[in-house]
């Protein structure tokens, strides 16, 4: 029987799948306004005469399933759907959603996370749970689905969302761009970036291997822009060289006139702030871009299997790094290594808990986990076993049990048991 991901048991709906999902919304900066109807296709996994929606801080006005008005009523994490007749396991259904209000971010163990006004728009931090405060969703990682976003703004100001973008219409001053995802994509992935922004290529990209990147971004940051993804083709090259070929349809670069904290990934895009514009942000370009690969193609089902994604990334910042000329792997892995000795020594990489899923050991520790592997087997089968990694499992949900499994075919016992040490026990193995 299928249970609630324990980091997350109040988020999701196991009765059900969602196939796609297609938004409309519209948002107006200056009232923090969002209206949406959101038209959901799904598949019942069990018989069902009820379901859940995530759906935070926003009112629902309306329900329909399968073209009849449904009974809803709207709690402050869910929306329950009654539909007009009872589901049997295997039906497809169609949900639509209509609803409106001032969306804002919700409050969780890690921190605020959501829809977030800017100083003169706003932008979505999805992860983990923070979906839900812009659209109606069933919010579990491994539920992915088809996405179609139609966003209206108001003149002056442009959207960046996650997928390809399509044609854009302007009427009443307002315009409306598409964007289409049409790989699987989970919840938090998903992303719309609203301000006075201009949308181009940067230059350098869109001739194999490196795909076309879109920049989108205040005018006024232009040349600061240029400057500091002006290696974000060779990034891509050198990933395209260790990881395999780009897995996205898009890849979009959105930066926002506010300085963030930290910047945020989606489905084929990538969000930073004006204070990352500086060479020492290199590596969080690094960081984010290999996410493409590891977390928005090849996903986890659970988040206990978090270092998956994020050992994985913090490791193409290493590599990167020795790439482009900065510090090597080997000096980076001494300087990470006694970092991570000096702290607690009393998290398991594999199962770190909720409160700590984003601590920065699981991200050393899970890139020194990638080194030790790559000492073991040498650079030929460890670059060949990332590569068939994210081939093998493009665009699909994996658990560490897959990758131990990928990493005793590539090295047979001793591999596994180097994997197993790093993280399956609290203590710090001898560095790599």
Not at 64 to 82: K, M, Q, Y
Not at 207 to 230: G, H, S, W
Request: a negative charge; proline letters at 6%; glycine letters at 8%.
């Amino acid at each position: 029987m299928s249970v609630a991901d324990p980091y997350a048991p109040q988020s999701g709906d196991l009765s059900y799948d969602v196939e796609s999902y297609d938004l409309a919304i519209g948002y107006r900066v200056r009232t923090n306004r969002l209206d949406g109807v959101a038209t959901i296709v799904a598949v019942a996994r069990e018989a069902v005469s009820s379901f859940t929606l995530d759906l935070v801080g926003l009112r629902t006005s309306r329900v329909r399933v399968d073209g009849a008005v449904a009974r809803f009523s709207a709690g402050p994490r869910t929306l329950r759907v009654t539909p007009p007749h009872a589901l049997a396991a295997g039906d497809r259904f169609e949900v639509e959603v209509t609803y409106a209000g001032a969306p804002a971010p919700r409050r969780s163990r890690w921190g605020t996370v959501g829809w977030e006004e800017l100083t003169d728009g706003a932008l979505v931090a999805g992860q983990p749970i923070g979906a839900p405060t812009w659209f109606p969703c069933n919010d579990r990682p491994d539920n992915r689905a088809r996405m179609r976003l139609e966003i209206t703004v108001d003149d002056g100001y442009a959207a960046a969302a996650t997928g390809v973008a399509g044609s854009s219409t302007r009427r009443g001053g307002r315009t409306t761009t598409t964007f289409v995802s049409d790989v699987p994509t989970a919840t938090y992935l998903a992303a719309v970036h609203v301000g006075r922004y201009r949308t181009r290529q940067l230059e350098g990209t869109g001739d194999a291997p490196v795909p076309a990147v879109t920049v989108t971004a205040p005018p006024a940051l232009t040349a600061a822009v240029d400057r500091a993804f002006a290696t974000v083709p060779d990034m891509l090259r050198a990933f395209d060289r260790f990881f395999g070929p780009y897995p996205q349809e898009a890849c979009t670069l959105v930066v926002t006139a506010d300085e963030l904290e930290i910047p945020l990934e989606a489905q084929g895009l990538a969000v930073f702030g004006m204070n990352h514009l500086v060479p020492a942000a290199q590596r969080l370009v690094a960081h984010e871009l290999a996410h493409q690969w590891f977390g928005n193609s090849v996903g986890i089902a659970r988040w206990s299997d978090i270092w998956l994604n994020e050992g994985f990334a913090c490791y193409a910042e290493w590599l990167w790094s020795e790439t482009s000329g900065g510090a090597s792997v080997e000096s980076c892995v001494a300087d990470y290594y006694a970092r991570l000795a000096a702290k607690p020594r009393d998290l398991l990489l594999v199962d770190p808990g909720p409160d700590d899923m984003f601590d920065d050991r699981v991200y050393k520790r899970g890139a020194l986990t990638l080194h030790a592997l790559r000492r073991t087997l040498g650079d030929e089968a460890f670059f060949d076993l990332l590569r068939s990694w994210t081939a093998d499992h493009r665009h699909a949900l994996v658990t560490t049990d897959d990758f131990r499994a990928a990493v005793e075919r590539a090295g047979g016992p001793d591999a596994a048991a180097v994997l197993s040490r790093w993280i399956d026990d609290v203590a710090l193995p001898v560095r790599p």
